[in-house]
């Protein structure tokens, strides 16, 4: 596709409809919708991961793109999850709080499904609170402003379709973001 120009050029009107939230109805079901795969936990169970429409995805990645360093201020220096080389630097930071502080405990802690126990209206007041990430408002609200179709599929076909409507779809590009921010709160007091 983008090899063509026409192509190109369409493809770049419907990014920018769905970064605006400009599409509605049957096309908003149709691009917000997801597959659930399920993938095995270490400790049992599955979890599920939903895999989005390759348009809105694209759509996603461009937006977060638009906001890649403010990411950075506003999550940082608590969070690293979303940044280049995240998870080296939470490690380096926490071996220097213990070398620092040899009698330092340092806690993991893990929250049982966690990008559904976060409530919609929180994530979104959480980034509407932050204005360094503007640029995702019309997005975010388009894709959990409203419930959203999960597809259960079952040898290629759908077995069950399942509404979507607290939380961040865990696969969703924009989902760690939204998840962080929603969670910002809880580590900085």
Same mark, same amino acid.
């Given at each position: ?74 999550? !940082?220096?608590?969070?690293?999850? $979303? %940044?280049?080389?995240?998870? &080296?630097?939470?490690?380096? *930071? +926490?071996? @220097?709080? #213990? ?56 040898? !290629?076909?759908?077995?069950?379709? $399942? %509404?979507?409507?607290?939380? &961040?779809?865990?696969?969703? *590009? +924009?989902? @760690?973001? #939204? ?11």
């Amino acid at each position: 596709m983008i090899d063509d120009h026409d192509c190109l050029a369409a493809l770049g009107h419907l990014v920018k409809d769905i970064v605006n939230g400009a599409l509605t109805g049957r096309a908003r079901k149709l691009l917000v919708s997801s597959t659930l795969v399920a993938t095995k936990k270490p400790s049992g169970g599955c979890r599920p991961i939903a895999m989005g429409e390759v348009f809105y995805r694209l759509a996603c990645l461009y937006a977060l793109d638009l906001v890649r360093d403010p990411i950075r201020t506003v999550l !940082g220096p608590i969070q690293f999850g $979303l %940044s280049p080389g995240g998870a &080296v630097s939470a490690l380096h *930071v +926490l071996q @220097s709080a #213990l070398d620092l502080h040899p009698d330092w405990v340092i806690i993991s802690t893990d929250i049982a499904n966690a990008f559904n126990s976060r409530s919609r209206p929180d994530i979104l007041s959480s980034l509407f609170n932050t204005p360094d990430l503007a640029p995702l408002f019309r997005l975010a609200h388009w894709s959990y402003g409203s419930d959203s179709v999960l597809l259960l599929m079952n040898h !290629g076909r759908v077995a069950a379709e $399942l %509404s979507s409507c607290e939380g &961040v779809r865990q696969g969703a *590009v +924009l989902g @760690s973001l #939204l998840f962080c921010l929603s969670m910002r709160h809880c580590y900085s007091n």
